[in-house]
């Protein structure tokens, strides 16, 4: 069958405005619509499933006036014959679709006409390029397995054992005479060390220095790391500036796409992160050849960056790097 190429400028109107505003009419053929399918999670096999998204057509129609600004806009015409050429293009369509020809609009489908003079879409069909990523829980060699206690038995390491020992109880004592043994000791031990703590204070004197009067007082270096210089006084006293130690975790990027060009960046970055509801950034990298990056923020440990690094290779079928704040 022999395929029609209709005008540009309704092949980038129905573009531009699915893409926008998720619903694109036509007037005089139907109404497009974009459809999001959100991720799955599979709980037999722990994965979970890309989203992804479909078009649809349905044969209804309201004309608010919208197209016809739109080709306004674009062809730098007046309303009245934006209108015009509206109708013409939309009649020459219908005409066409309903002789047996088709429209191939790039990325969404073909719309045709049926024996019936029933316009309809049939999406095309995108190669899979996503697999699924499979989760699995991240068990760390430093900690110990966990006790399920059940009645008077504790589970631990899959093995049932009593944790509650039947314990004879001894009658009371009617003295106190069997916990001196105990006491006495630790009574003496601890009078004999404050004793000597006394004594050697007396004996040795702390020694004092005198320091002269033209003594510069120093100060110890600020850990120019955690501190700004602009923050950092000495102190006349001569005291010592203490950094405040850094977090044991990492804030991160891992960068999975670069661009030369912003505008295809925002547009990519505009699908990933409207359409599909991914957790993306977008950062420019001004001394790069590729400025314009796409990348997925972190916080984790040390020792998972490189896990982190490799689900996201994985899920976006790409090279990647780790850019830090």
Sequence with gaps: MEEFVPEMILLQYIQDVLTRQQVCCLPHIGTFTLQHIPSRYNVVDHTITPPGQTVTFENKWTDDGSCAEWIASKENLVPAVAQRKLDKYTDELKATLLAGQSLIIPGIGSLKADAMQHIYLEPEVLPEIKDDILLRPVIRADQAPPKITRGTTEVV???????????????????????????????????????????????SPAPTTAIPATTTPTTTPADTMNIEAGNVTPDSAGTTTTATAPSDTLQYFVVFAAYADSAKAGKQYHKLKELWGQNVVRFDKPTSATPYQLAVPFRSLPADTTANKAAVAKHYAARVHIEFE
């Design 157 to 203: 390491a899959q093995q049932v054992v009593e944790h509650l020992t039947p314990v004879q109880e001894e009658p009371p004592s009617t003295t106190g005479f069997r916990w001196w043994w105990i006491a006495a000791p630790l009574a003496t031990a601890l009078i004999a060390l404050i004793i000597w703590w006394v004594f050697a204070g007396r004996q």
